[in-house]
């Protein structure tokens, strides 16, 4: 009797939601706005195109990779409220990179948040551009309920934006949403903090701080190119943050990292005086296991990195020095060997919260 109530439950459970589907009619036209006309959120700075991270023509120093990956929307995000049963986007821009170790829907895809009641945000879809038409109008949700919704769209991490238009249907409401996270935390960093080996957009470890955490960072990673550069630094000496956080020991050598850290450090605190410079020791990469060349080579890095730390801390007020950890139980969260894949930059998230959220309470970011 028992199996036949719980059959009978789960068939009517099955009937209401076949009665209450609402699939989007295929004829649908759809109104567009430019994104950048809602809220755009995560910049470090104003551009001309506001899809880029850093004016190119203002700063200077740049090779041609740099100039590009700052140009790239990473760690950018849109917040809008629409009640449209569906979705759509159409971009223009570079899509032209590919990566062995990172999805398309990372790089050159869009991922969307809807905030619930309690004011978390869950994930509710994703898009990429296809190969063959990479400006061809993309479907972003479809079938939704015609409900006032608070949306958060994270930006490709490895694109140039030039345009990119949000489509609503036609007679809804499609409107700039509120900034959800607080202050302004400016964070510079490599391949990590940039974003590379995620399978979605919105999965960098900054990004999954701001949404655990309700703070903003505004993302400066680059792949492969964070190596304590004085031009970087002139950059960062313009960003108006409450808080500057480095992932800057996980590209350069030791001999670089001797030679250019305390510069570094000296120019962003006449920049910021009395502001936090948090640093990040390097995660331990998974290819050093058996590889006993990478071993000697990230061991010397990060040997390097403590011993200069632990002087910098000494000399200079302001200055904090943390260590996250992307390391599973069991070894496993990477894609590559040297990036993490979405869980382990979750562990990383997660072992920099408190030390991090502690250090910006001092300074009253919280």
């Not at 821009?93 to 004011?119: C, E, H, P, V």
């Not at 509710?124 to 063959?132: K, M, T």
């Not at 496993?332 to 869980?343: I, K, L, N, Q």
Request: some cysteine; aromatic content about 10%; overall charge neutral.
């Amino acid at each position: 009797m028992m199996i036949a109530v719980v059959a009978l439950g789960s068939a009517a459970m099955v009937q209401t939601a076949a009665q209450t589907a609402r699939p989007t009619p295929k004829n649908t036209r759809y109104v567009y706005t430019e994104a950048s006309d809602l809220t755009l959120i995560g910049k470090i700075m104003d551009t001309p195109n506001p899809y880029h991270r850093v004016d190119t023509v203002k700063y200077k120093g740049f090779n041609k990779t740099e100039n590009f990956q700052v140009r790239c929307a990473a760690g950018l995000a849109v917040v809008f409220r629409t009640n449209s049963g569906s979705i759509t986007l159409k971009a223009t821009g570079d899509f032209s990179w590919r990566s062995n170790s990172t999805m398309r829907l990372a790089s050159q895809g869009y991922d969307l948040y809807i905030k619930q009641a309690d004011g978390s945000w869950r994930w509710a879809h994703n898009v990429g551009p296809s190969y063959s038409e990479p400006e061809a109008v993309m479907t972003l949700i479809k079938n939704m309920e015609p409900t006032m919704k608070e949306c958060l769209l994270y930006l490709p991490i490895y694109s140039e934006l030039t345009s990119l238009q949000i489509g609503v249907e036609e007679g809804s409401v499609l409107e700039a949403g509120e900034a959800p996270f607080r202050h302004r935390v400016a964070i510079f960093g490599s391949s990590f903090t940039h974003g590379i080996s995620t399978s979605r957009a919105g999965m960098s470890y900054p990004d999954q701080f701001s949404r655990r955490t309700g703070i903003q960072m505004l993302s400066l990673g680059c792949s492969g190119r964070c190596r304590l550069q004085p031009y970087f630094a002139e950059v960062l000496a313009d960003v108006e943050a409450d808080a500057y956080v480095f992932d800057a020991f996980s590209n350069p050598d030791a001999p670089v990292i001797e030679q250019r850290l305390f510069p570094f450090i000296e120019r962003l605190r006449a920049a910021h005086p009395g502001k936090p410079l948090i640093f990040q020791q390097t995660i331990r990469r998974e290819n050093r296991n058996y590889d006993t060349v990478m071993e000697a080579r990230e061991a010397a890095k990060q040997a390097m990195a403590d011993s200069l730390m632990a002087i910098a801390v000494e000399r200079w007020p302001d200055v904090y020095y943390i260590r996250p950890d992307a390391t599973s139980p069991l070894h496993e969260a990477t894609v590559d060997g040297t990036h993490p894949d979405d869980y382990g930059y979750y562990l990383w998230m997660c072992s920099i919260e408190k030390p991090l959220l502690e250090i910006l309470k001092k300074y009253g970011v919280e």
